[in-house]
């Protein structure tokens, strides 16, 4: 990827649309320009409307070029989203190099193996465990030993045929060289984690508006991952139901005013509100506010590591700790609950903490946990790289990119102008 242009990295939510425009530079890449926008059309993990969705997309890409202050192209995409369609498989890959005598194992050989696993149907990425070599030795590194016969061990990365089609589909008539998908739970990791916490063994859990996410890392690579539908949407209502005020305002009091270690709270402090119905100014007890956010939140976190404990089925798997990232990891006191459901050192988590430095520019959000997938997202691509599942094409009749499919031109000019005439319709209401 990243032979043309730029590379763009989209994470669509329930809640709103991330998305950052970067340049490979020598040392990694850095960020030019990043954007934030309501998302419309996604809920749950699913897409309800695709024509809003596809409007928060383009309204989010159009706010990266707005930023520009030379004009790049959007490049390779990189897209993914807050949904339960992922999942990973473990396999093995054996390649003989020569049925005689060891040979020297080259970086071909390798990249081969790698590429195989890769055609494999639905599979999004490939993450290489180790390799053994004829000899039973196990290495992470084969290139220039001596062996007869290569085995990998393999984690493939898969998404759902049709799921793949809806995310593709999206992006129909944007100027991309080409697009991978990606998967949320691993691009969350790899934008908090550090080598040494995914060596020892580490659990991450990325915490969204309407799901949980959470992701086991052993030996360097993941292992096991699962989604909880529950996120930060399931305290806010709560909120609001309680104490009767609207969902932007329990927001607020949720992120700003409540502390889920709520002991720590003073019994008279207080914060003033407005009441949903009446309309009217009231005081509410911040120590209950706080009560009402850690008694969902705490059944999040229980329902996380039930499942999770029951996927993983590893007695010998013992995790050094938890790092917990996403929107929801701004809730004060939330590390607390972590670590006493999970029964492990907790901390909460954003590309700053991560001891990466693979990615500059945007260092006002590299501490903010909402943003660890945009950086996650290069990380990845720097050290693995992505599997392409499909190129793009630019329709010589109306000079409007469009994704690679069976339609012919004027279906594809047909598309782009209907588009315009969307879009220009929009503003005008």
């Known amino acids: 990827m990243a032979k043309t242009g730029g590379i763009t990295v989209v994470d669509i939510g329930t809640y709103n649309i991330k998305a950052a425009l970067g340049e490979k530079v020598s040392d990694g890449f850095k960020i030019l320009s990043y954007s934030t926008v309501k998302s419309n ?4 993990g699913k897409i309800v409307d695709v024509i809003g ?31 339960n ?10 390649k003989t190099l020569s049925k005689d005598k060891a040979e020297p194992i080259k970086e071909s050989h390798v990249r081969t193996m790698r590429l195989e696993a890769g055609k494999r149907e639905n599979t999004i990425d490939v993450i290489v465990m180790n390799y053994t070599l004829d000899d039973g030795r196990v290495v992470i590194n084969p290139v220039s030993m001596m062996s007869t016969k290569i085995t990998a061990d393999m984690i493939l990365v898969k998404i759902d045929e049709m799921a793949q089609d809806e995310f593709f589909n999206l992006f129909e008539g944007y100027n991309f060289t080409s697009a991978s998908i990606a998967h949320p739970g691993i691009l969350a990791a790899e934008g908090v984690l550090n080598e040494n916490e995914k060596d020892r063994g580490i659990l991450c859990l990325e915490m969204g508006y309407a799901t949980t996410k959470i992701i086991s890392y052993e030996k360097g690579v993941p292992v096991e991952f699962q989604l909880i539908p529950l996120g930060v949407q399931n305290i806010v209502k709560d909120i609001a139901t309680v104490f009767k005020v609207s969902y ?13 270690d709520y002991k720590s709270v ?8 407005t009441d949903f119905d009446a309309k009217t ?9 706080s009560l009402t956010a850690y008694a969902r939140s705490q059944e999040i976190f229980s329902i996380a590591r039930r499942e999770f404990t029951r996927t993983l089925n590893k007695a010998s798997f013992n995790p050094v700790g938890l790092v917990i990232t996403g929107g929801g990891a701004s809730i004060p006191g939330i590390a607390g609950i972590g670590s006493s459901v999970f029964n492990i050192t907790a901390r909460t988590g954003a590309y ?3 001891n990466n430095v693979i990615v500059n520019g945007a260092e006002d959000i590299m501490a903010v946990p909402a943003y660890t997938l945009l950086f996650g997202a290069f990380v990845h691509l720097f050290k693995h790289g992505f599997n392409v599942r499909k190129a793009f094409r630019v329709s010589p009749i109306s000079k409007t990119p469009a994704i690679s499919s069976d339609k012919n031109e004027n279906e594809n000019y047909e598309d782009g102008f209907l588009k315009k005439v969307w879009e220009f319709l929009k503003k005008l209401v």
């Open 266 to 273: 003073k019994e008279d402090e207080t914060v003033e509100t």
């Open 248 to 260: 932007s305002e329990a927001e607020r009091l949720l992120f700003y005013h409540s502390n889920l």
């Open 53 to 83: 969705l596809r409007a928060s997309i383009g309204e989010a890409l159009g706010e990266l070029q707005s930023q520009m202050t030379k004009k790049i192209p959007f490049g390779d995409l990189i897209v993914t989203g807050s949904s």
């Open 41 to 44: 059309g996604f809920s749950g």
């Open 281 to 289: 100014k009231k005081n509410i007890k911040k120590r209950s506010l």
């Open 352 to 354: 700053a903490s991560s």
């Open 85 to 94: 369609v992922f999942s990973m498989e473990r396999i093995k890959v054996e």
